[in-house]
């Protein structure tokens, strides 16, 4: 992440000195549309081939690629074409691997976690992972500008390939155990159920090994993780499928990467929590990203407050989510995380709203360390809950979905946020960013399985 930070500032440095500013533009936005549409394929590569060996290999392709990119700088002027072909790479290598900011899971470091150590410990590995992330968003910056200042864009760009260089070996140290053999615990803190081996189809080994998984998974198998059944589903008004209709069976048993990709869409679609828990991460993201991003700025150049204040603000949102993250680490479990979810995103959609009318700088930034503490809390659960309660097997086709949502839709509506402030001004905006924001907490209460889903203990 520290590469990250420090290649991020160096593309943008290059970008600005090749190029006019919207050509500057282009280069930086160049990697969101292999990202957005590769997204949903790369959850099918980390559940096929395994999250590690994703990870090394995505990791090492994008260390490759800037070092590249800085042994051209630095011997040539060639324009802006190399900037706009490894922004392109760092895109499509995006949608399988590369971490995001604000706890924001890509495929295959989704799939992780549920590898590396027990169930009852992803809570805390989500605080962990999220301490390091305000780090490297602190330190980075700072580790890019210096190495622009030494040596220009080229030595930034190095700087950031040998830092990724060095998270390489240390992946590789990293030793994964087998998929989990039950399913998590239910909403309401069932017994596991059958073990996964006893419900997997003959042949479905390479799953249990952590390389790709059975090529179908029985629908029992999928009633086990907590998916709604034909019958279920016709009983809350859903049109029951003729048999075979629609099922991909054929695509699922020669186990075609859209088959794949189906099943884990229908996995996400049937789930009591998943499905509901993916309109809470869909509502929150909506809400919050346009407010604390070009809101913000439209806001402290309103209240005169300047770059230096909007500073301030960010720096407290910064503490507020690090202290979050902090608890989650230290505490390891929240019991009652599906209700504490939705209390913490509805409270913080109401701190959102708060800032487009609070007078003062200092009430801005103590506003804004009050939405981080929150909207990081109920993030972090959001992902907790997203690894716990999903088939092992799936979880990098359940990530990538997750990640699409924040990644390739929320985004969106910064430009949308920036002409509303125009026409209507920054006090409705804020408002109804928060109700939006706000609606996803009102989902996390009123659906029964999400409110009464815990954690394991």
């Given at each position: 992440?520290?590469?990250?930070?420090?290649?991020?500032?160096?593309?943008?440095?290059?970008?600005?000195?090749?190029?006019?500013?919207?050509?500057?533009?282009?280069?930086?936005?160049?990697?969101?549309?292999?990202?957005?549409?590769?997204?949903?394929?790369?959850?099918?590569?980390?559940?096929?081939?395994?999250?590690?060996?994703?990870?090394?290999?995505?990791?090492?392709?994008?260390?490759?690629?800037?070092?590249?990119?800085?042994?051209?700088?630095?011997?040539?002027?060639?324009?802006?074409?190399?900037?706009?072909?490894?922004?392109?790479?760092?895109?499509?290598?995006?949608?399988?691997?590369?971490?995001?900011?604000?706890?924001?899971?890509?495929?295959?470091?989704?799939?992780?976690?549920?590898?590396?150590?027990?169930?009852?410990?992803?809570?805390?590995?989500?605080?962990?992972?999220?301490?390091?992330?305000?780090?490297?968003?602190?330190?980075?910056?700072?580790?890019g500008g210096l190495g622009v200042a030494l040596g220009g864009a080229a030595a930034a760009f190095a700087l950031a390939g040998l830092l990724i260089a060095v998270s390489v070996p240390l992946l590789l140290s990293v030793r994964i155990r087998d998929l989990p053999k039950?399913?998590?615990?239910?909403?309401?803190?069932?017994?596991?159920?059958?073990?996964?081996?006893?419900?997997?189809?003959?042949?479905?080994?390479?799953?249990?090994?952590?390389?790709?998984?059975?090529?179908?998974?029985?629908?029992?198998?999928?009633?086990?993780?907590?998916?709604?059944?034909?019958?279920?589903?016709?009983?809350?008004?859903?049109?029951?499928?003729?048999?075979?209709?629609?099922?991909?069976?054929?695509?699922?048993?020669?186990?075609?990467?859209?088959?794949?990709?189906?099943?884990?869409?229908?996995?996400?679609?049937?789930?009591?929590?998943?499905?509901?828990?993916?309109?809470?991460?869909?509502?929150?993201?909506?809400?919050?990203?346009?407010?604390?991003?070009?809101?913000?700025?439209?806001?402290?150049?309103?209240?005169?407050?300047?770059?230096?204040?909007?500073?301030?603000?960010?720096?407290?949102?910064?503490?507020?989510?690090?202290?979050?993250?902090?608890?989650?680490?230290?505490?390891?479990?929240?019991?009652?995380?599906?209700?504490?979810?939705?209390?913490?995103?509805?409270?913080?959609?109401?701190?959102?709203?708060?800032?487009?009318?609070?007078?003062?700088?200092?009430?801005?930034?103590?506003?804004?360390?009050?939405?981080?503490?929150?909207?990081?809390?109920?993030?972090?659960?959001?992902?907790?809950?997203?690894?716990?309660?999903?088939?092992?097997?799936?979880?990098?086709?359940?990530?990538?979905?997750?990640?699409?949502?924040?990644?390739?839709?929320?985004?969106?509506?910064?430009?949308?946020?920036?002409?509303?402030?125009?026409?209507?001004?920054?006090?409705?905006?804020?408002?109804?960013?928060?109700?939006?924001?706000?609606?996803?907490?009102l989902v996390a209460l009123v659906v029964p399985a999400l409110r009464r889903a815990e954690l394991p203990g």
């Amino acid at each position: 992440m520290l590469g990250d930070n420090v290649y991020y500032l160096a593309l943008s440095w290059a970008a600005v000195r090749a190029g006019t500013p919207a050509q500057a533009g282009l280069v930086m936005s160049a990697s969101a549309l292999p990202r957005a549409v590769l997204m949903l394929g790369g959850g099918v590569v980390a559940d096929r081939f395994g999250p590690r060996r994703v990870v090394i290999g995505s990791d090492a392709v994008r260390c490759a690629a800037v070092l590249a990119v800085a042994a051209l700088l630095s011997l040539t002027r060639p324009g802006l074409w190399p900037l706009a072909l490894l922004a392109l790479v760092f895109g499509t290598v995006d949608a399988v691997f590369m971490p995001a900011v604000d706890a924001v899971f890509m495929p295959a470091v989704g799939a992780l976690p549920a590898r590396l150590t027990a169930q009852d410990q992803l809570a805390r590995v989500q605080g962990m992972r999220g301490l390091a992330i305000r780090f490297s968003n602190v330190v980075g910056a700072p580790l890019g500008g210096l190495g622009v200042a030494l040596g220009g864009a080229a030595a930034a760009f190095a700087l950031a390939g040998l830092l990724i260089a060095v998270s390489v070996p240390l992946l590789l140290s990293v030793r994964i155990r087998d998929l989990p053999k039950h399913r998590t615990p239910g909403p309401a803190g069932q017994p596991p159920a059958l073990a996964r081996a006893a419900l997997a189809p003959a042949g479905g080994g390479r799953a249990a090994r952590g390389d790709a998984p059975e090529a179908s998974v029985s629908e029992a198998s999928g009633a086990a993780w907590g998916e709604v059944s034909d019958a279920s589903e016709a009983a809350v008004g859903d049109v029951p499928e003729a048999p075979g209709a629609g099922r991909d069976v054929t695509d699922r048993a020669a186990g075609t990467v859209w088959g794949d990709l189906r099943d884990g869409l229908r996995h996400i679609r049937r789930h009591r929590v998943l499905a509901p828990l993916m309109l809470v991460i869909a509502l929150g993201d909506l809400g919050f990203v346009g407010p604390l991003n070009v809101g913000l700025t439209l806001l402290a150049d309103h209240r005169g407050w300047g770059a230096s204040g909007m500073g301030w603000v960010l720096a407290g949102f910064g503490t507020g989510a690090g202290a979050a993250s902090l608890l989650l680490t230290v505490r390891g479990r929240l019991p009652r995380a599906g209700l504490v979810t939705g209390c913490a995103c509805a409270a913080g959609s109401v701190a959102v709203g708060a800032l487009a009318f609070v007078p003062t700088l200092a009430a801005a930034v103590g506003t804004a360390l009050l939405v981080g503490l929150l909207t990081g809390l109920s993030g972090a659960l959001c992902g907790a809950l997203l690894q716990t309660q999903s088939d092992p097997a799936r979880l990098g086709r359940v990530t990538a979905a997750s990640s699409l949502i924040s990644l390739g839709l929320t985004p969106l509506s910064m430009p949308v946020a920036a002409a509303a402030i125009g026409a209507w001004g920054l006090g409705p905006v804020y408002a109804v960013s928060a109700a939006v924001c706000g609606l996803g907490g009102l989902v996390a209460l009123v659906v029964p399985a999400l409110r009464r889903a815990e954690l394991p203990g």
